[in-house]
């Protein structure tokens, strides 16, 4: 965890390579079969060209990240609102890194507004977007 | 998961999804965990806890064959710690329903509930689809 959060902090970047037995995992774990992600013949027929990893698969590495940096303060009282821009495909490399923006206090409570970008290895930006996490005292 | 398949033609603003209740076992939670490569802490992540909504959603959805539904963007609130073995209640509501060109856009709201019927989590998907 981060034991001091400033404006202006970086997050410990995540990396992740993105395979299609994860893709195939992910899939069984969630329960969400969508032939998109899962039957290569079917989305080679798509616009997209080929399988690509669940949305849900690229924001939990987003989610590790968060956890990393402000543990239970983010898995109760975190906040996210991401956007997809472009698709995660077999063989991609993710790098997820965020960033304190700001440090608000409301009521009494602390939260660390952060921002943070998924890209891939070309440097395409797959999901982008924002996050807040409340602040316990003793990271405050 | 529960509950009948719809249309895609049915989902008007307002529609509420069969309810979806399932158990974030230990096994399901490590099986996740597996799949994002992610270490435990004796909570559920959170984004188990979606993922799982979602796909109670998108297996009640009945889509015309060859339709790819792409998930365009997401919100969402962590409203307390799920230990494992926790049961969920999913309510999936389409709060929107927009179609532009040869796009329809869904935006449904989700909210999950614990055994307790304390709220855990809250969220709004953005799904874009061919019309």
């Not at chain 1, 079969?33 to 399988?51: L, M, Q, R, W, Y």
């Not at chain 2, 158990?23 to 188990?48: I, Q």
Request: hydrophobic fraction near 40%; proline fraction near 4%.
């Amino acid at each position: 965890m981060l034991t001091e959060i400033q404006e202006g902090k970086t997050l410990d970047p995540v990396v992740k390579h993105i395979t299609q037995e994860k893709i195939n995992l992910y899939a069984e774990a969630s329960g969400d079969f969508n032939p998109i992600h899962v039957d290569e013949s079917f989305a080679a027929k798509t616009p997209f060209g080929g399988t690509i990893a669940h949305g849900m698969l690229n924001l939990a590495y987003v989610s590790e990240m968060m956890t990393s940096a402000f543990g239970q303060d983010w898995l109760s009282g975190g906040k996210l609102r991401a956007k997809f821009k472009e698709s995660a495909r077999p063989g991609d490399t993710l790098t997820i890194n965020g960033r304190v923006n700001s440090i608000e206090q409301k009521d009494g409570v602390s939260y660390a507004n952060c921002s943070f970008e998924c890209r891939n290895q070309k440097g395409e930006t797959v999901v982008a977007g924002e996050t807040t996490a409340r602040l316990s005292s003793a990271q405050e | 998961m529960q509950g009948k398949s719809v249309d895609y033609e049915e989902l008007v603003p307002g529609y509420e999804f069969p309810l979806s209740t399932y158990e974030l076992s230990a096994p399901l939670v490590s099986k996740y965990l597996r799949a994002v490569d992610g270490t435990g802490d004796g909570f559920v992540p959170p984004l188990a806890i979606t993922a799982c909504a979602i796909a109670a959603m998108t297996g009640s959805l009945s889509l015309a064959p060859d339709t790819v539904a792409i998930h365009a963007s997401q919100e969402l609130e962590f409203l307390k710690l799920v230990p494992i073995g926790t049961v969920i209640e999913c309510h999936i509501t389409v709060a929107q329903k927009i179609t532009r060109g040869k796009m329809s856009v869904l935006i449904l709201e989700l909210e999950s509930f614990d055994q307790d019927r304390e709220r855990v989590q809250w969220g709004k998907a953005t799904v874009a689809l061919p019309t």
